[in-house]
C-alpha cells in the first residue's frame, strides 16, 4: 500500500489558471515537504511544515501556497499558472522536522502548465 | 548554491560491474544522504553517513564522506539492472528544514 499518495499523478493546466496538488501521507509523520523538479534543475525544496505549521519557505513566489486542512494532509496551492510552473512536484514527510531524520518522498504529480 | 558547477552526469555499465559517483558541497552539513531515484518514482533514501563518519557499508553500497574536502562518494558493487536510476546526494539546507540536492547521476547497466 502506497504510504504517501499524491493526486493527480498528471495535471495539465493553462496560463493563468489555478491548480491544487494533494498529498496525503499515512507514515503517522509529524513533518511534510514540498518539492518541485523541473527539467536540468537540482530537486528544489519549497515549503516544509511541522504539526500543520509552516516552518520554512523557500519559494519567492506568493503564488504557491500550502495548506494543511488535517495533520497528515499537505496539498499545494498555486495561482495565475506560468509554463515555467511545469515540473514534477513532489511532497515528503518525516517523522519530526529534524536534520538526518529521513525523508520519505511520494511519487509526484506532473504538472504541464500550456 | 549549495553545489559546485556540475551537470548531470550519466555513466552506462554492464551488469557485474562497479561503479562509483561523486559529489561536492559547498557549505557546512553533518549529513550527506544518497537518494536514488527509479523512472517515474519519487526519490527514497538508500544511504546515510554522517559527518563523524568517513565510510558507511550497506549491502552492496559503500558511500565515503571526506569533510575536509566537502565531498561524498557513493559506490554500487556488482551492479545489477535494477540499480538503473538518477543518484542524488543530499545535505542539510543552512536557511532551511529541506534538504538540498545536487544535480544528480544518472547511471543505465545493461544486462
Known amino acids: 500500500d502506497p504510504k504517501i499518495i499524491q493526486k493527480p499523478k498528471y495535471l495539465v493546466a493553462v496560463t493563468g489558471s489555478e491548480k491544487i496538488l494533494i498529498c496525503e501521507q499515512y507514515l503517522g509523520h509529524n513533518a511534510m515537504y514540498w518539492y518541485r523538479q523541473s527539467a536540468k534543475k537540482p530537486l528544489e525544496f519549497m515549503f516544509s511544515?511541522?504539526?500543520?505549521?509552516?516552518?520554512d519557505n523557500q519559494t519567492a513566489s506568493s503564488r504557491f501556497q500550502p495548506q494543511s486542512s488535517k495533520k497528515n494532509h499537505l496539498d499545494l496551492q498555486i495561482t495565475a499558472l506560468k509554463p515555467d510552473d511545469s515540473a514534477t512536484y513532489f511532497c515528503a514527510s518525516s517523522q519530526e522536522e529534524d536534520w538526518g531524520d529521513t525523508q520519505y518522498f511520494g511519487p509526484g504529480t506532473r504538472l504541464l502548465v500550456l | 548554491s549549495q553545489w559546485g558547477e556540475e551537470n548531470l552526469q550519466a555513466l552506462s555499465i554492464q551488469e557485474g560491474e562497479d561503479v562509483t559517483m561523486n559529489c561536492s558541497y559547498k557549505?557546512?552539513?553533518?549529513?550527506v544522504q544518497w537518494y536514488r531515484q527509479k523512472s517515474g518514482k519519487g526519490p527514497a533514501l538508500i544511504i546515510l553517513i554522517r559527518s563523524n563518519e568517513r565510510e558507511k557499508r550497506s549491502g552492496r553500497l559503500r558511500a565515503t564522506l571526506d569533510t575536509s574536502s566537502q565531498s561524498s562518494s557513493l559506490s554500487i558493487t556488482g551492479t545489477l539492472a535494477t540499480d538503473t536510476a538518477v543518484y542524488f546526494c543530499a545535505t542539510e539546507n543552512n536557511y532551511a528544514q529541506g534538504l538540498t540536492f545536487g544535480l544528480g547521476t544518472r547511471v543505465s547497466v545493461f544486462p
Open positions: 511544515y511541522s504539526y500543520q505549521k509552516l516552518m
Open positions: 557549505t557546512y552539513t553533518t549529513v
